[in-house]
C-alpha cells in the first residue's frame, strides 16, 4: 500500500468523492508545473480536514481560505515580509518565497507549503508556525509527511502536543 493509500484507509466522515481542482488555473496562476504524485493527493484530500484541525487546500475552492491559488499567494507574500529567517532555507535548496506553494494550513495559521524542486520526486514539505520561527522540513511528498505525523513518527516543532488524536480521522469536504 501506498502512503496515499494508507492516509484514505483513515476513518472518517463526510463526502469521500472525487475532488475537482481546477490544476490549468493554478499552475498558470503560480508559475509551476505540479508533480503527478502531488495532483494525485490533493485529487483525494483537497478541501478534507485531518483531526478537525489540519485542513488540505483545494485548487480552485470557491471558499478562498481553503483554495490553494489564494493561499499560496497570501503565504509568499507573508514569508517574503516577515519570515526573512526562512529565505537562506529556502535559497539553499535552489528557490525563494515566490515559488512555493501553500498546500494546507491549520487552525493555528501554521502554514504547510511545497518546496518546488526541478526533480519533482525531490519536492519537500514545510511546515512554518503561524507565529514565531519554528519550522519542520521533511524531504518527502505530502501524503508521506501527513502519514508519519499521524503515525507519530514524526514529531514536529510546530504543531501543538495535543495533535494528532490517537485516533486520526478524517473529514472530506471535497466541495469547500
Same mark, same amino acid.
Given at each position: 500500500?501506498?502512503?496515499?493509500?494508507?492516509?484514505? &484507509?483513515?476513518?472518517?466522515?463526510?463526502?469521500?468523492?472525487? $475532488?475537482?481542482?481546477?490544476?490549468?488555473?493554478?499552475?498558470?496562476?503560480?508559475?509551476?508545473?505540479?508533480?503527478?504524485?502531488?495532483?494525485?493527493?490533493?485529487?483525494?484530500?483537497?478541501?478534507?480536514? *485531518?483531526?478537525?484541525?489540519?485542513?488540505?487546500? !483545494?485548487?480552485?475552492?470557491?471558499?478562498?481560505?481553503?483554495? %490553494?491559488?489564494?493561499?499560496?499567494?497570501?503565504?509568499?507574500?507573508?514569508?517574503?515580509?516577515? !519570515?526573512?529567517?526562512?529565505? !537562506?532555507?529556502?535559497?539553499?535548496?535552489?528557490?525563494?518565497?515566490?515559488? $512555493?506553494? !501553500?498546500?494546507?494550513?491549520?487552525?493555528?495559521?501554521?502554514?504547510?507549503? %511545497?518546496?518546488?524542486?526541478?526533480?519533482?520526486?525531490?519536492?519537500?514539505?514545510?511546515? $512554518?508556525?503561524?507565529?514565531?520561527?519554528?519550522?519542520?522540513?521533511?524531504?518527502?511528498?505530502?501524503? &508521506?509527511?501527513?502519514?508519519?505525523?499521524?503515525?507519530?513518527?514524526?514529531? &514536529?516543532?510546530?504543531?501543538?502536543?495535543? *495533535?494528532?488524536?490517537?485516533?486520526?480521522? $478524517?473529514?472530506? &469536504?471535497?466541495?469547500?
Amino acid at each position: 500500500m501506498t502512503d496515499l493509500d494508507l492516509l484514505a &484507509s483513515l476513518p472518517y466522515t463526510g463526502d469521500n468523492e472525487p $475532488v475537482l481542482n481546477d490544476w490549468a488555473r493554478a499552475e498558470k496562476s503560480l508559475h509551476t508545473t505540479f508533480p503527478p504524485t502531488f495532483k494525485k493527493f490533493l485529487n483525494t484530500f483537497g478541501g478534507a480536514k *485531518f483531526d478537525d484541525f489540519l485542513r488540505v487546500y !483545494r485548487a480552485g475552492a470557491d471558499n478562498e481560505n481553503a483554495d %490553494l491559488i489564494a493561499r499560496t499567494l497570501a503565504a509568499r507574500h507573508t514569508l517574503t515580509e516577515t !519570515r526573512p529567517h526562512l529565505h !537562506r532555507l529556502l535559497e539553499d535548496r535552489g528557490t525563494s518565497t515566490a515559488e $512555493v506553494i !501553500r498546500w494546507g494550513g491549520t487552525d493555528n495559521a501554521d502554514m504547510l507549503l %511545497l518546496i518546488p524542486h526541478p526533480d519533482p520526486d525531490r519536492w519537500a514539505v514545510l511546515t $512554518v508556525i503561524g507565529r514565531g520561527p519554528e519550522y519542520d522540513l521533511y524531504e518527502g511528498p505530502p501524503e &508521506s509527511y501527513l502519514l508519519c505525523v499521524l503515525r507519530g513518527r514524526l514529531m &514536529s516543532q510546530v504543531f501543538p502536543d495535543d *495533535f494528532p488524536d490517537e485516533e486520526p480521522t $478524517v473529514q472530506y &469536504s471535497p466541495w469547500i
